[in-house]
């Protein structure tokens, strides 16, 4: 063999073995921090996630008024959470290392905005924030260092139940559902000014459906939204520039289930394959496998879960779920199988007296 091929080789094997150590590297030094808003008790609770899916309680953070929705900035260096008996919005750094959270600022909402969802665009400088009480959405200037910057650069009213806001992978399209109008309501976005124009809406998947959240996959055009009213998950084609089109609405419930339910959550898994939706009154996560080609969706399970399960989350790894129970007070632990979608209770933890939303997220120091 040529001493010119050889020589290739070997630094072709010296690079691969530096980025196996660097990936590897990256892997000890990231750690994941579980964050689970305590509305009773005015806290967030922190707990650090081992590589079992156990929790260890690190940490809570005091807050002003009932914690609702939990969001962060791309990079994850900063927390911001909708206070909603106070109609606020507070923003917290994270320390990488620990997942502690340090108070950088809070603003006030204008009086009846109740925040049902909070989070930011995909430049991490703007957030967004949409009222179910008041019918709107609200945008803010984010500064650099994550504080949130008031008055609102603008508000844009809608209808009332305005449950929550998506943005598409361009940055260009913010979809709100909208629960009683039974409506996704649809934005162009301009990440330069932070400003929103009207693109329309989205019937439900059915007349009774009432979308909830939004969830979107992580590879394909696709979009899922738990319906609220409906018991039901519908399935969107995305489109950029033309929005939401319903392609399959699909009930959450087994057929002989007769008492009162509604839907709550819905999260894609990381690889893509499967979509969960929680069941309030089934007290279930109802799993479904996605079709890559068509984003079709089919039924898997519906693993019992934590009493009325308004938040769920699934880890950074796609390894592990977590259900908080509202009702309960509990948060259940689920190992995820990867390839079938099936969930696996694995361990309950007592955290107080209810749990409005959970949120998982990797940090590297």
Not at 6 to 28: D, Q
Not at 56 to 68: H, L, N
Not at 86 to 93: D, E, G, M, R, V
Not at 206 to 234: C, M, N, Q, V
Request: hydrophobic content about 40%; glycine content about 8%; charged content about 20%.
């Amino acid at each position: 063999m040529p001493t010119s091929v050889l020589l290739n080789e070997r630094k072709m094997m010296r690079l691969l073995s530096l980025v196996a150590f660097l990936g590897l590297a990256m892997n000890v030094n990231a750690a994941t921090f579980v964050y689970v808003s305590m509305g009773p008790e005015q806290k967030i609770q922190i707990y650090r996630q081992d590589d079992t899916g156990g929790l260890t309680a690190i940490d809570s953070v005091s807050v002003a008024g009932a914690p609702g929705s939990l969001a962060t900035d791309p990079k994850r260096r900063i927390l911001y959470a909708s206070l909603r008996t106070t109609s606020q919005l507070a923003s917290f750094q994270i320390e990488p290392a620990s997942g502690k959270l340090t108070p950088l600022n809070t603003v006030d909402l204008v009086k009846g905005e109740n925040a049902a969802f909070v989070g930011t665009d995909r430049t991490g400088r703007w957030l967004l924030s949409a009222s179910y009480s008041a019918g709107n959405v609200v945008v803010h200037r984010l500064r650099d260092d994550g504080s949130i910057e008031a008055p609102a650069v603008q508000t844009v009213t809608t209808a009332k139940t305005a449950h929550s806001v998506t943005i598409d992978r361009a940055n260009k399209l913010v979809m709100v559902p909208h629960v009683a109008p039974n409506a996704i309501f649809q934005f162009h976005f301009d990440s330069e000014t932070g400003k929103l124009t009207d693109a329309g809406k989205v019937a439900g998947g059915t007349e009774e459906a009432g979308p909830r959240h939004l969830a979107l996959h992580p590879k394909h055009d696709f979009a899922y939204s738990s319906d609220e009213k409906g018991s039901s998950i519908t399935c969107y084609r995305l489109d950029a520039s033309r929005g939401l089109t319903v392609m399959q609405t699909v009930l959450t419930l087994p057929a002989d289930f007769n008492a009162g339910n509604s839907t709550a959550e819905v999260k894609v898994h990381p690889n893509g394959k499967f979509v969960w939706v929680s069941n309030r009154g089934h007290d279930s996560l109802a799993g479904f496998a996605i079709d890559a080609a068509t984003g079709h969706v089919s039924a898997i399970d519906r693993a019992p879960t934590e009493k009325t399960p308004r938040s769920f989350e699934i880890d950074p790894t796609g390894r592990f779920m977590f259900g908080a129970g509202e009702g309960s007070g509990k948060l259940a632990v689920f190992k995820v199988d990867a390839s079938t979608g099936k969930l696996e209770r694995i361990h309950t933890y007592e955290v107080g007296k209810s749990l409005s939303w959970v949120m998982a997220i990797e940090t590297s120091p």
